[in-house]
């Protein structure tokens, strides 16, 4: 959890004037930005029913929490009210407006959780971008956190390697790389159609967080490089066996062609 004055979206001025917290509700004076972290090994999975329930769930969770210190602030004479974790009702509703009313990666970073990366996620020192996040506009003054001093992102471009949709493109000239929305929601699209939601490969690869000595999972750059090419020529391929295993159950396969297998 982190706490972010609703000063500092005017100080640095990236967020557009209709987005920032004074817009949305005059009587804040702090956002107070809860986070919920991924665990690496399911994230890795992705696609899987395993990651896409844990996905959910984690959303459910963040927005139950914003809800319940939100009755919890106004009882005390604070007036508040959350910003539920996603906003769009549908992936039409997306493409004909690829924006949400509320920015949560702008307000962790203001609240010190984190610094953006490449990928254009959150990147906290503690989970990497394997985080979710949800806000609670409130008017409670509440003394706040400090920003994180340092880029966490180290510009390894490996968010980008791996995205199947080439949706991410490195910049020279500063550490958050273009985004092609269009793209990822496209991807987002075809997962929904195969009932396995999200992607998360950009959160997946991303070497930064501690929970990859926890998870012993360092310096594995190569497999997640190698891990579409390898696994196209041969589906059991043994790095890749738990992956492989979690994907195959709970979701529905195409049925196999008469004289086929």
Not at 15 to 43: E, N
Not at 129 to 147: C, K, N, Q
Not at 161 to 174: F, G, M, V
Request: aromatic share 8%; hydrophobic share 35%.
């Amino acid at each position: 959890m982190g706490f972010a004055p609703v000063e500092r979206w005017d100080a640095d001025g990236i967020v557009p004037p209709d987005f920032r917290p004074k817009a949305l509700f005059p009587q804040a004076r702090t956002v107070i930005v809860i986070g919920l972290s991924m665990p690496l090994p399911v994230v890795e999975t992705t696609p899987s029913a395993l990651h896409q329930e844990l996905y959910v769930t984690t959303n459910r969770q963040l927005d139950d929490l914003a809800a319940a210190l939100t009755r919890h602030l106004n009882r005390l004479g604070h007036a508040s009210f959350p910003f539920t974790r996603d906003t769009y009702t549908s992936m039409r509703a997306l493409r004909e407006n690829n924006l949400a009313a509320f920015g949560h990666v702008p307000a962790a970073k203001y609240a010190g959780l984190g610094t953006i990366g490449m990928n254009q996620c959150v990147l906290t020192p503690e989970f990497g971008p394997r985080v979710r996040f949800v806000s609670v506009l409130t008017a409670a003054e509440i003394p706040p956190d400090p920003m994180q001093p340092e880029e966490l992102c180290i510009q390894c471009g490996l968010c980008a390697e791996c995205c199947p949709k080439s949706a991410i493109t490195p910049r020279e000239d500063r550490v958050i790389g273009d985004y092609d929305k269009t793209a990822c929601l496209e991807m987002h699209e075809e997962l929904v159609k195969g009932r396995v939601y999200p992607c998360g490969i950009c959160t997946k690869v991303c070497p930064i967080g501690k929970d990859r000595v926890l998870y012993k999972s360092r310096g594995i750059r190569k497999k997640y490089r190698r891990e579409r090419e390898i696994l196209a020529a041969d589906p059991d391929a043994p790095e890749y066996r738990s992956w492989a295993h979690v994907r195959r159950y709970g979701i529905p396969h195409k049925p196999k062609e008469k004289g086929k297998g």
